[in-house]
């Protein structure tokens, strides 16, 4: 074996992280486990099509959420409330169907597991079934606790979701920050610990303190997802277009800008206006002959 050759640990180490390992294979639940035994933070991005799920995937994202953020980003809601499952379906069978190796979360939108547990496992089936996702993500703690543990028991990943739940828009009158005082800090406790007695693999803490988020990772022995939660979380989730600059107007604090996407994509499309209007497009190199 020469220096340049990775030794048989040397693979295996590769191999157990989440991101630049396994590749022949989707990313799992056992797999997020492991991660969180280990102390390994990963990354979890949104994704609504199949060109921009498979950059993600090809830059090593192991987990890739099809939101009903698409509601706001891509569908021109002002809330998630409107989505259907419908296109919920439509867009998870899109990001499957670009990636290789994340494994693909879906949420269940607003209304399509809040009336029983039977509901969210009709509806859990259909994104598996018809969009092939490896999980669903729905929202609410001890409340929706008897829902997870029917999909669970059923055989369906569940990724839960607690602190600010958009889907609650209307009822919190915002999006404001959850789990501040003590009262409202001990509930988002009972509820990650009620997401975890029923099945749960994950949960998303969004919107809460960093202390408390970093209480609950402690607590809980499944990975905790934060967005709007302090550096502590087991991993970091944000909206796509956020994180690359496409959003217009203000984003949310927890944010970082990592690109500024709408300027390059904005100057693209004035330049290409601009030759089309001057005949500089299409030229010779462009036309047939």
Known sequence: MNASTPSPAQNQASTATLYGGVANRR?????????????????????????TAGVFDEAGIPVLLVGDSAGNCHLGYETTVPVTMDQMVMLSAAVVRGTKRAMIVADLPFGSYQESPAQAMHNAARLMKEAGVGAVKLEGGERSARSIELLVEAGVPVMAHIGLTPQSVHALGGYPVQGRGDEAAHQLLRDAKAV??????????????????????????????????????????????????M???????????????????????????????????PAAEHSFH
């Not at 797999?31 to 099509?49: H, V």
């Not at 998303?204 to 979380?233: H, K, M, N, R, S």
């Open 247 to 281: 959003t217009a107007g203000r984003v949310p604090k927890f944010v970082k800008q990592y690109a500024d996407l709408r300027t390059v994509l904005g100057d693209a499309a004035r330049a290409y206006a601009e030759d089309v209007r001057t005949g500089a497009f």
């Open 196 to 245: 975890q007695q029923a099945g749960a693999f994950a949960v998303v803490l969004e919107a809460v303190p960093a202390e408390l988020a970093a209480q609950a990772t402690e607590q809980l022995a499944i990975p905790t997802v934060g967005i709007g939660g302090g550096p502590d979380t087991d991993a970091q989730v944000l909206v796509w277009t956020d994180m690359a600059g």
């Open 27 to 51: 990313v799992t639940v056992r797999d997020l486990a492991a991660a969180k035994q280990r102390g390994e933070k990963w990354s979890m991005l949104t994704a609504y099509d199949a060109l």
